[in-house]
């Protein structure tokens, strides 16, 4: 079995085909691969604001090239749900915002604690969450991975919203250790969703009194749950995970999402009104008609933006 950090002993190198596989793959590729990473991190940090998202744009644009199937996914997705502009030339000028918008994320890491300082992260509805605040009521944020997400709780934070992103962790190990690296710059707390999330969730929210962001666009045994899309709706996920929550400790949901704006390293902010959700005593009624109300919400943010969104490049219809 797999060492108690996670890791494949050695002597997997001399088993069977998949517990070799596994341990070249964390014991070579991952570490190459990461290696290579940190290293870029780092030297993307030395560099201006404008030239380290720009060089991280040049790369995404050629990371369709690595990621063939990401790309037709996306590809699929944008002709399925922007008809309209499902023309080659269209599809093709959206798939390249969408690749250039994900290298400049990947590659802004490095200078996310740079962002607010320098006037590249504007709000548009941040009152909500002040008048929330100042009457002391907790706070769930509830986002979307667009443009830079992570300027999300850059915001939060530079406002004195004091709290914890729930997050999955990258699967390369030595990546979690650079997002960590730019997250612990910023001064937030993170929790590693796990089967502890709810019980750390509730924590930071009654005991703490401070918020929680969690994204709800989530991306779990190699499916994207929501939004639906005109799927089924699921009872389980992140969005019924807040809505439990939320029933919990009494906090407000509000809605907040981040885009790039010109494809650029500039971004909007968006708080919109806390959700005034569905209570009629019913509990699993009105589960479900909330998490119909947040899947109806967040649809066409997104397909707005769907040449920002990060989970185009794996979302597919037949799940």
Not at 289 to 306: E, K, Q, S, T
Request: hydrophobic letters at 45%; proline letters at 5%.
């Amino acid at each position: 079995m797999a060492e108690a950090n996670g890791a494949p002993p050695l002597a997997w190198f001399f088993a069977t085909a998949e517990r070799r596989r596994q341990a070249w793959r964390y014991w070579v590729a991952d570490t190459a691969t990461g290696l290579f990473n940190m290293g870029l991190h780092c030297g993307l940090r030395l560099l201006p604001i404008d030239a380290c998202s720009t060089l991280g744009g040049v790369i995404g644009a050629l990371a369709k090239y690595r990621y063939p199937a990401s790309d037709a996914r996306a590809r699929k997705a944008w002709m399925t749900l922007r008809p309209g502009e499902a023309d080659q030339d269209s599809t093709d000028a959206a798939m390249l915002r969408l690749w250039r918008c994900v290298g400049r994320t990947m590659a802004e890491f490095s200078v996310l604690d740079r962002l607010w300082p320098a006037g590249r992260i504007s709000v548009d509805g941040l009152d909500y969450l002040k008048a929330a605040h100042a009457a002391g009521k907790p706070i769930i944020g509830m986002s979307l991975h667009l443009g830079n997400w992570e300027t999300v709780p850059v915001m939060a934070l530079a406002n004195g919203f004091k709290g914890a992103s729930i997050y999955l962790p990258p699967d390369n190990r030595f990546d979690h250790l650079v997002v960590n690296r730019a997250r612990d710059r910023l001064g937030g707390d993170y929790i590693i969703a796990s089967r502890r999330t709810g019980f750390e969730a509730i924590r930071t929210l009654v005991k703490k009194n401070q918020g929680i962001l969690m994204y709800v666009d989530e991306f779990v045994r190699g499916r994207v749950w929501a939004p639906a899309f005109g799927r089924p709706l699921r009872r389980q996920g992140n969005i019924a995970y807040i809505l439990r929550i939320a029933r919990l400790t009494g906090a407000v949901i509000f809605p907040i999402y981040s885009v790039r704006v010109e494809g650029r390293a500039r971004f909007k902010v968006t708080v919109l009104p806390a959700l005034d959700l569905v209570q009629s005593g019913d509990r699993e009624a009105d589960l479900m008609a909330n998490i119909a109300m947040i899947d109806a919400l967040i649809d066409p943010i997104i397909r707005a933006h769907l040449d920002q969104w990060f989970y185009g490049l794996d979302f597919e219809f037949d799940q």
